[in-house]
């Protein structure tokens, strides 16, 4: 691979060393991820799971929590295709993001549209999570 | 360490022989960053740990788990009750997948919301999207190899979902079930899928994520 340098990156003005601060930086928050995650393990209740039994349907049958969003809206949407299209399409918009949204602004306080578009998106999807976690 | 005026003689070694010194000085203690990176910054880096994290116990899992219908039940009670310590890594692994998704969508809020997207990063975010959805299906298959109700009856229900899509929504259902329901053939499909094919993925695209980042540096806060 050719020599890589950051100083030559486009855009912006790279002049901060990473070593040591940046670097200590990730290993803190390299830390304190392992110390909630194994917290988590130990005083996360164990749930007991019954065998599977192809021939006994439980009464409610729900996708794993990050699916629950996709799956209530197809619930709630009466025509399935229209849910599914867009569902495409939503997905395709996100796929190809930079390339339609193209303003210069930076900050999300100077962005009117984009940020609230963006805001409602991820409400809608906790929404329709919980939602589909609650019905 | 590398910056220091008399290096080690192990890198003096390795200089006379790779000329290593400096491609290594530029990625460690000549590496240079936007000022002002913050803590979100570190989501990206915590995304890859926790993928190490699951390919680590998974390795563990898989040297105890059968992916038949009639063993995989009892071969993870095993891994739980008998094997020392096969709490832990179980545990680990199964809240470990959770703990993923949620950090890669972390991820790319963060990235969202600093506009770290836009050219020259197109590509950072179209390798990421790819990334999270095969995060997302990671999980999905790896869900069912336990073998329980509730992993049977989540996986008939996200195999049933691209059923309404027009013509290929039938033939999708049955290519991911292999059978008319779910059943050992699912299983043993998903298992190749959850250890092999999806984390090879996952590598692979993680690898040109990290390359292009490294091309272009970060994008610096606003
Ligand atoms: C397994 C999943 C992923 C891993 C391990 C990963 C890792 C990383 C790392 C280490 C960085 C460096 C800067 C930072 O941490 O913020 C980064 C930057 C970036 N990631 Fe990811 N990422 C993942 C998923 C995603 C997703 C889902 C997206 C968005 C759809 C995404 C889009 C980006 C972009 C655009 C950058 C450049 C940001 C900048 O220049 O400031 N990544 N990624």
Request: proline share 7%; net charge positive.
């Amino acid at each position: 691979m050719a020599v890589d340098n950051n100083s030559k990156s486009t855009d912006t003005n790279h002049e901060e060393p990473f070593y040591p601060h940046e670097l200590l930086k990730f290993g803190v928050a390299f830390f304190v991820f392992l110390a909630v995650l194994f917290t988590l393990t130990i005083f996360l209740p164990h749930g007991i799971h019954e065998p599977a039994d192809p021939m006994n349907t439980p009464a409610h049958i729900k996708p794993e929590w990050y699916f629950l969003a996709p799956y209530q809206m197809l619930k709630i949407v009466p025509n399935e295709l229209a849910g599914m299209a867009v569902q495409g399409i939503l997905g395709l918009a996100i796929l190809f993001l930079p390339f339609w949204e193209k303003s210069k602004r930076r900050h999300p306080a100077k962005r009117p549209i984009f940020t609230p578009v963006c805001i409602v998106v991820i409400s809608a999807f906790i929404a329709l999570t919980l939602w589909g976690k609650y019905s | 360490m590398f910056a220091s005026k008399k290096d080690s003689a192990l890198l003096d070694w390795l200089e006379e022989r790779f000329t290593i010194k400096e491609e290594l000085e530029k990625n460690t203690t000549k590496k240079m960053v936007p000022p002002h990176i913050n803590w979100l910054y570190c989501l990206g880096g915590l995304s890859l740990t926790i993928f190490i994290i699951q390919v680590v116990t998974g390795v563990f899992l898989m040297m105890y788990y059968k992916p038949t219908p009639e063993l995989a039940y009892g071969s993870i009670e095993f891994i739980v009750k008998e094997v020392p310590y096969g709490w832990l890594i179980q545990r680990v692994h199964s809240i470990g997948a959770n703990t993923m998704i949620i950090l890669v969508m972390a991820h790319m809020v963060r990235v969202l919301f600093y506009n770290a997207y836009q050219k020259p990063r197109e590509l950072h975010w179209i390798s990421g999207i790819f990334l999270f959805g095969l995060t997302l299906i990671t999980s999905f298959t790896g869900y069912l190899l336990p073998w329980t109700q509730l992993s049977y009856w989540g996986a008939t229900v996200g195999t049933n979902m691209p059923g309404s899509a027009p013509i290929i929504g039938e033939w999708m259902v049955r290519m991911s079930r292999g059978s008319e329901q779910v059943s050992g053939v699912t299983l043993t499909r998903f298992f190749a899928l959850h250890v092999v094919v999806l984390p090879a993925m996952i590598s692979a695209f993680a690898g040109w994520h990290f390359v292009m980042i490294r091309r272009t540096g970060v994008a610096g806060p606003f």
